[in-house]
């Protein structure tokens, strides 16, 4: 599968090929991240969560990598399936002024699972 | 129910009305979220309530927006003398509260102001 950064906002790939999804966050203070699967007409659905203390989490077909160096995170789908056909948001939960759960959303990229 | 409820899932209204937005999270939830989604873009946060208080509203826009949790279980969003740039999906969201945990969305109500 083709990876693409958040300023790209669609990857097109085959049925059956794995998926990369990226995402670049802002806080280095961020601890805890979300990947969030949005179909259209419906409210975000959770498929993944990492805490800033682990690198990788796997999950049933997916992968969350986070890179705190670079800021970086990213979500692997193996073997891309017509219904995981939807967008995709990373969030971040930003700590300010001790403990707050806000969510900070990224833009979003566009995954079209080709038959 | 076992998810996140939100009333209307449409609304249309005239510019300048008022609107409320209701949000019923799930049970035993204390933490609860709106977000506001235009199309194309994220969700972006508007108010995190944990309990009956407003931990966070540092969201909202403006003053015409205002929100309540009386109970520290359902929300409601309300928004004074509607303007056509409030038109989007309104979200609400719950979870445990505890920290790190994930939060549960519902289906959201598109506000349209015409």
């Known amino acids: 599968g083709e990876s693409v950064g958040l300023h790209l906002p669609t990857l097109s790939v085959q049925e059956g090929d794995n998926s990369i999804i990226n995402c670049a966050y802002s806080?280095?203070?961020?601890?805890?991240f979300i990947w969030y699967k949005q179909e259209s007409g419906k409210g975000p659905q959770f498929i993944i969560d990492?805490?800033?203390?682990?690198d990788k989490r796997q999950g049933q077909r997916v992968t969350v990598l986070l890179n705190k160096t670079v800021k970086h995170l990213s979500l692997q789908i193996a073997a891309t399936q017509p219904g995981d056909s939807a967008v995709y948001f990373c969030?971040?939960?930003?700590?300010?002024?001790?403990?707050?759960?806000?969510?900070?959303f990224g833009t979003g990229t566009l995954l079209a699972v080709q038959p | 129910g076992a998810g996140v409820s939100q009333t209307p899932s449409n609304k249309v209204t005239e510019k300048g009305k008022y609107v409320e937005l209701r949000c019923d999270p799930i049970s035993g939830h204390t933490a609860l979220y709106w977000y506001r989604q235009s199309l194309g873009q994220g969700p972006e946060f508007l108010i995190y309530?944990?309990?009956?208080?407003?931990?966070?509203d540092s969201g909202l826009p403006n003053d015409r927006f205002f929100a309540v949790r009386p109970e520290g279980s359902v929300s409601t969003l309300k928004i004074q003398r509607t303007e056509r740039g409030d038109s989007a999906v309104y979200l609400c969201?719950?979870?445990?509260?505890?920290?790190?945990?994930?939060?549960?969305f519902g289906q959201g109500t598109r506000l349209t102001v015409v």
């Open positions: 969201a719950s979870s445990q509260g505890q920290e790190n945990t994930e939060a549960f």
């Open positions: 990492i805490r800033s203390n682990m």
């Open positions: 806080n280095s203070a961020s601890d805890y």
């Open positions: 969030a971040e939960k930003v700590r300010e002024r001790g403990a707050t759960n806000k969510l900070i």
């Open positions: 309530f944990q309990g009956t208080g407003a931990a966070d």
